[in-house]
T-cell receptor, first 117, second 114 residues
Framework: GAVVSQHPSRVICKSGTSVKIECRSLDFQATTMFWYRQFPKKSLMLMATSNEGSKATYEQGVEKDKFLINHASLTLSTLTVTSAHPEDSSFYIC?????????????FGSGTRLTVV | AQSVTQPDIHITVSEGASLELRCNYSYGATPYLFWYVQSPGQGLQLLLKYFSGDTLVQGIKGFEAEFKRSQSSFNLRKPSVHWSDAAEYFCAVGDSGGSYIPTFGRGTSLIVHP
């Protein structure tokens, strides 16, 4: 089945530094990927949609200059949290859209726990 | 805009008991519906999905869900819960007419007592 690999699984960084999270589709080409943020005991909040070779589409209220998304190939999308602050600490999950015959599905990475100290 | 309501924040059941997790959606046309499970610190795993056809959908791990258009519901069921089923469960609705991007409910936390 379609598998998405997300790395790192957890990262601790200092305030003011940048952190890059990678999301790779292992056995399929992901033209569209999604980035979610999940707060404790909360649902998943869609941050942005990234399409291979074009600029990401950000949801309202998400700072595009803080959360840089790059989708340069059909198998890799990256999320860079720039100048991270403690309030950016969260669980980030990527997802890829998987298209089959007459159906659409989504497969998720295992998530990245970001802690900014 | 589409939306999903999961009215129960927590559900507690005894191991071996039956389970039903509620999900109601709001969408103008026939939606794509999903149930996902998330273990602590992990990503989401698809349990089952409904796109069309038979309204009773079978999924992995013994789960099933029934699409009821008249009630705008897509409740998840399992006849006998195992301790390993303890997790967070998310219902999601996808836009069948365009982007397909799923909108998630807030989740229901399942607690299983031995």
């Amino acid at each position: 089945g379609a598998v998405v690999s997300q790395h790192p699984s957890r990262v601790i960084c200092k305030s003011g530094t940048s952190v890059k999270i990678e999301c790779r589709s292992l056995d399929f080409q992901a033209t569209t990927m999604f980035w979610y943020r999940q707060f404790p005991k909360k649902s998943l909040m869609l941050m942005a949609t990234s399409n291979e070779g074009s600029k990401a589409t950000y949801e309202q209220g998400v700072e595009k200059d803080k959360f840089l998304i790059n989708h340069a190939s059909l198998t890799l999308s990256t999320l860079t949290v720039t100048s991270a602050h403690p309030e950016d600490s969260s669980f980030y999950i990527c997802s890829a859209r998987v298209s089959g015959t007459g159906e659409v599905g989504y497969t998720f990475g295992s998530g990245t726990r970001l802690t900014v100290v | 805009a589409q939306s999903v309501t999961q009215p129960d924040i927590h559900i507690t059941v005894s191991e071996g008991a039956s389970l039903e997790l509620r999900c109601n959606y709001s969408y103008g046309a026939t939606p794509y519906l999903f149930w996902y499970v998330q273990s602590p610190g992990q990503g989401l795993q698809l349990l089952l999905k409904y796109f069309s056809g038979d309204t009773l959908v079978q999924g992995i791990k013994g789960f099933e869900a029934e699409f009821k258009r008249s009630q705008s519901s897509f409740n998840l069921r399992k006849p006998s819960v195992h301790w390993s089923d303890a997790a967070e469960y998310f219902c999601a609705v996808g836009d069948s007419g365009g982007s397909y991007i799923p909108t998630f409910g807030r989740g229901t936390s399942l607690i299983v007592h031995p």
